[in-house]
């Protein structure tokens, strides 16, 4: 098991950046983030590293990013992810290529990678997250999180809601094919996913209570990956359908967005209660339809259908459910989706 060594979470941490690290004085920090993100922290991120910072500008999670990263970490002694996914994303695989430190500083709670071991790099031959190592330590500062728009909260969520049905797909795994099937991680996925069901109701983007219980869930389920050694405590049918419609229809809607919304179907092919996870989702303001995110029905369709292809070794419900167009369809009609 690999997994984080050091969390901070809390109010105005930022500024605590350099003796979080606990790297010599010396040494030169490599610092993946986007520019807007720089904009806002820089001033403050370079006091606290007292300039040994080296920026490397961060767009798009691909592996030109990737690379310019490590070009720019020859020298250095740790890399930091600041940012949202891509920062992190970016940073995490390029300091796990490096086998330097990575610390991940989320400047929002839309996914899980801030702490799990996985990536989301674009221009690789797979079209889902990728091994990497977990972040060394995770600083999360909750006032600069909750202002943080709050679709990305609500996709924080949408991520979270998704444990439920991955994890009844890793049984279902478990019962098909005789794979490794962790209680521990699964027990530890399922409860971050039940935290979204449990206080939708209270949760709001901007409260810093909201954002702290969001983030210590995320960093649970990335954890909970970190301790299965895979991703299928976080990832099932619901995130080869997100994985699909990146393909279908690159750009539309977020990671999390589209993993609730594929939640709501999955768990309507397992027999979950589908119902509860769709008016939680409701509850925090995350998509629930397919309009809200502007994709057709059609897409929807598709990528149902296309879902079970993306990872075929992965067996879902979808390796049972087989659906065709008809089925994807009805499916997609009788959950509100489309
Ligand atoms: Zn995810």
Redesign the pocket.
């Given at each position: 098991m690999e997994l984080p060594q050091r969390i901070l979470i809390g109010e105005n941490v930022l500024r605590l950046l350099g003796r979080f690290l606990e790297i010599p004085k010396s040494a030169k920090i490599v610092v993946a983030s986007g520019l807007n993100v720089q904009q806002k922290v820089r001033e403050v991120v370079g006091f606290s590293l007292e300039g040994r910072v080296s920026w490397v500008n961060v767009e798009l999670s691909d592996m030109e990013n990737v690379h310019s990263v490590m070009r720019a970490s020859r020298d250095a002694r740790c890399i930091i992810g600041l940012g949202g996914g891509k920062s992190v994303d970016v940073g995490k695989l390029a300091a796990s290529k490096r086998n330097l430190p990575f610390f991940s500083v989320p400047t929002s709670a839309s996914?899980?990678?801030i702490a799990s071991p996985f990536a989301s790099i674009r221009g690789t031959d797979k079209h889902y997250?990728i091994k990497a190592k977990p972040p060394v330590g995770i600083l999360a500062d909750v006032g600069m999180i909750a202002d943080a728009p709050p679709q990305l909260f609500a996709a924080g969520c949408g991520?979270l809601v998704?444990k439920l049905t991955a994890v009844k797909d890793w049984q279902l795994g478990h019962e098909a094919t005789g794979e490794y099937y962790g209680e521990y991680a699964a027990n530890l996925a399922l409860m971050s996913g039940q935290l979204i069901i449990n206080n939708s109701k209270k949760m709001s983007a901007g409260d810093r209570s909201s954002v702290r219980d969001l983030v210590e869930a995320l960093i649970s389920a990335g954890v909970a990956a970190g301790i299965a050694g895979s991703s299928r405590p976080?990832?099932g049918a619901e995130?080869l359908f997100?994985h699909a419609l990146d393909a279908i229809c690159p750009g539309a809607g977020l990671?999390?967005e589209k993993?609730g919304i594929g939640t709501i179907m999955i768990a309507k092919l397992q027999g979950l209660d589908w119902r509860a996870i769709r008016s939680a989702l409701k509850d925090v303001n995350a998509p629930t339809t397919a309009a809200a995110i502007s994709i057709s029905a059609e897409q929807v369709t598709d990528a149902l259908v296309r879902a079970s292809t993306i990872r075929p070794e992965r067996y879902t419900i979808l390796s049972k459910a087989r659906l065709d167009r008809r089925s994807a369809q009805r499916l997609a009609e009788e959950t509100g989706v489309i």
């Open positions: 996914h899980d990678g997250s991520d998704a976080c990832s995130h997100s990671h999390g993993c």
